[in-house]
């Protein structure tokens, strides 16, 4: 079971950090990944990290801005997102599969989502 948490309305500018908790084990055995979807769009990939956290790949939309990290000990991954914009607006989902990072559309297991309102 994954849980995100973390979400919110913030300006323009803002910062947030998301978490997502997944319970059971064989966390570390998990790649992790973050996705979003806006009203009237598709889902659409964000970031995803390797299942030991060495490796991360970004959507160009994000990148230099957002910033994923897993904790293998706490169960966690978290999504940390800076100089927020009106367009990152979405419900952001936790997805893991218990195998390679790549491809990075093929997640087994999400979240409920998250809101996440950027809006002054």
């Known amino acids: 079971q994954l849980v995100e948490s973390g979400g919110g309305l913030v300006q323009p500018g803002a910062s947030l950090r998301l978490s997502c908790a997944a319970s059971g084990r064989g966390f570390s055995t998990y790649a992790m990944g973050w996705f979003r979807q806006a009203p009237g769009n598709k889902r659409e990939f964000v970031a995803a990290?390797?299942?030991?956290?060495?490796?991360?790949y970004y959507a160009d939309s994000v990148k230099g801005r957002f910033a994923i990290s897993k904790d293998n000990a706490k169960n966690t991954v978290y999504l940390q997102m800076n100089s927020l914009k009106p367009e990152d607006t979405a419900v952001y989902y936790c997805a893991a599969k218990p195998r390679r990072i790549a491809p990075l559309d093929d997640f087994d297991y999400w979240g409920q989502g998250t809101q996440v309102t950027v809006s002054s």
């Open positions: 990290i390797s299942r030991d956290g060495g490796t991360a």
